[in-house]
């Protein structure tokens, strides 16, 4: 391996808030690219805060977790602004107001779904009646949909399939519409056509809008950090389109899956079911849908955060039908070859590894010759001794340090369920008194030596357990919370200045 690392950009310290689009308010049940969205952007630039970091953008099914979509290239309709479409006479003011209903202190997704989506249909169908190519300044959407080629007919015609079919798996629909080849030859329905082009449509608005936001952070300093899950859900367009790239059996079943192996957390480990790379075919090909995918991201983001680094030097397959992730086996990856072809083909990118978990010399070893800063979370640093990995006086210069991320619960309802050895050693290894204790480790994550510091909007809001976006292993109340347009009001009212002197103070 070459002393050089392949990717060398996190070279000033600065700071993020970490908050998903969907805990934006809005009136129109969940957080979206609009007004909230701007205004949170204003927020983070009085505080002197120059990153925003958010979840995978994806749409999302069952669960309704961004780390599990129907594609990896196409945005959620969910969060498209249709106040555009107001004023574009596509919906309605009295349409609209129907979304008023929606709650605006969590998100509802039975109700949004409910509602959101024959609205969005209602708005295509207008748009299409009206025979234009653009809507707004959002250009031509016979050129966005030739840009996106390379992968939005076959996501839209699989959305399309999949609510002709009662919304049920691709593997679960007739055998002529499985196969993604066969199923494109079909002649199909002008129900099925439209549909497709509907979702064409949603893709054009998403895309259009998230383009507009990000330039707007642009102008007030701001860089959009995003995340990129390793694998991709079985029940995707992905998957469906591409079977060739994973390790799948004739009939498209997987065989084997991903997970991780069991640890101090977890006896079974964690069985995560996603389909795993057939890393062979990616190598002959370039890794060209890899590449392809990290440009995707970066039309979305400055900045990608990939999900379970470790991954990429080697994965933990676990034969399909196995209940647990115990009789799993690591099996190599391509390793720096990918890499090095990303840089390659993307020399400017800006990538994070997350690497939280069991990691090995060869991990770091891997890392280090890419050059992409790691990740530290305060959470897993206390109750142990001074070697602490996540302590902050041992963490490497290239690194990012979170007060917590989206899976751990926020630091008052952390700390309020630790026992009383683990709040002392905090107490003392911070010197505090622990009375705020979410802005005692946004403090620490500040001065610490990792160049990137981030901490989720509810730490700054020091809030409780009542406001968790989610809990790994558990399949329902998760990424529901919200904030009020009062809260960020009154955060930067009162703490904007007291946030941008500490970042001045330790160089941020």
């Known amino acids: 391996m070459s002393d050089t690392p392949l990717f060398n950009w996190l070279n000033e310290r600065t700071a993020g808030v970490l908050l998903h689009i969907s805990s934006l308010p809005s009136d129109t049940g969940i957080g979206n690219l609009g007004a909230g969205a701007y205004r949170y952007i204003d927020f983070l630039c009085a505080s002197g805060i120059s990153v925003w970091q958010i979840c995978p953008l994806g749409p999302t099914g069952y669960g309704d977790s961004p780390y599990q979509c129907f594609s990896a290239f196409a945005g959620n309709p969910y969060f498209i602004d249709l106040k555009p479409l107001v004023s574009e006479g596509l919906i309605t003011h009295e349409e609209y107001g129907h979304l008023a209903m929606l709650p605006h202190d969590h998100v509802d997704y039975g109700a949004i779904y409910e509602t959101l989506w024959p609205l969005l249909r209602t708005a295509y169908e207008r748009f299409k009646a009206s025979k234009k190519d653009s809507l707004l300044d959002y250009g031509s959407i016979r050129k966005f949909r030739k840009a996106q080629g390379h992968w939005i ?5 699989f959305l ?54 990000r330039a707007y952070a642009g102008t007030q300093g701001v860089e959009i950090l995003g995340d990129a899950p390793i694998f991709v859900a079985l029940d995707s367009a992905d998957v469906w389109s591409n079977p060739e790239l994973f390790q799948l059996k004739k009939n498209g079943q997987p065989k084997a899956v991903a997970g991780v192996p069991p640890d101090y957390f977890s006896a079974d480990g964690q069985l995560w079911g996603n389909p795993l790379y057939n890393w062979a075919v990616h190598e002959e090909t370039q890794f060209a849908w890899w590449i392809q995918r990290i440009r995707s991201n970066l039309e979305f983001y400055d900045i990608v955060r990939l999900d379970h680094f470790r991954g990429f030097e080697s994965y933990w397959s676990v034969p399909a039908g196995e209940e647990t992730a115990r009789n799993g086996k690591w099996l190599p990856c391509p390793g720096l070859k990918l890499f090095e072809a990303i840089r390659k083909a993307c020399p400017e990118a800006k990538l994070l590894a997350e690497d939280l978990g069991v990691i090995t010399d060869e991990v770091n070893e891997l890392r280090k010759a890419t050059g992409l800063p790691g990740m530290n979370v305060l959470q897993f640093a206390f109750g142990g001794e001074a070697d602490n990995a996540y302590l902050p006086h041992n963490y490497d210069r290239n690194s990012v340090v979170y007060s917590g991320t989206h899976d751990n619960d926020t630091t008052t309802g952390w700390y309020q369920s630790l026992d009383e050895a683990t709040q002392d050693h905090i107490r003392r290894y911070l010197g505090v008194s622990g009375d705020v204790i979410a802005w005692d480790m946004i403090r620490a994550a500040i001065k610490s030596s990792a160049l990137l510091a981030v901490f989720p909007l509810q730490d700054l809001l020091s809030l409780g357990n009542e406001a968790r976006l989610n809990t790994p292993g558990s399949p329902i109340g998760n990424w529901q919370w919200r904030y009020l347009p009062h809260q960020l009001d009154q955060l930067q009212s009162g703490s904007a200045a007291y946030l941008r002197e500490q970042l001045k103070l330790y160089g941020r």
């Open 153 to 157: 007919e076959d996501f839209a015609l």
């Open 160 to 213: 399309a399939l999949k609510e002709n079919f009662g919304g049920c798996c691709w593997l679960d629909w007739p055998s002529e519409y499985r196969d993604a080849i066969k199923a494109k030859s079909e002649k199909h329905s002008k129900e099925i056509v439209d549909t497709s082009d509907a979702h064409v449509f949603y893709q054009y608005l998403f895309y259009a809008q998230l383009a507009q936001l």
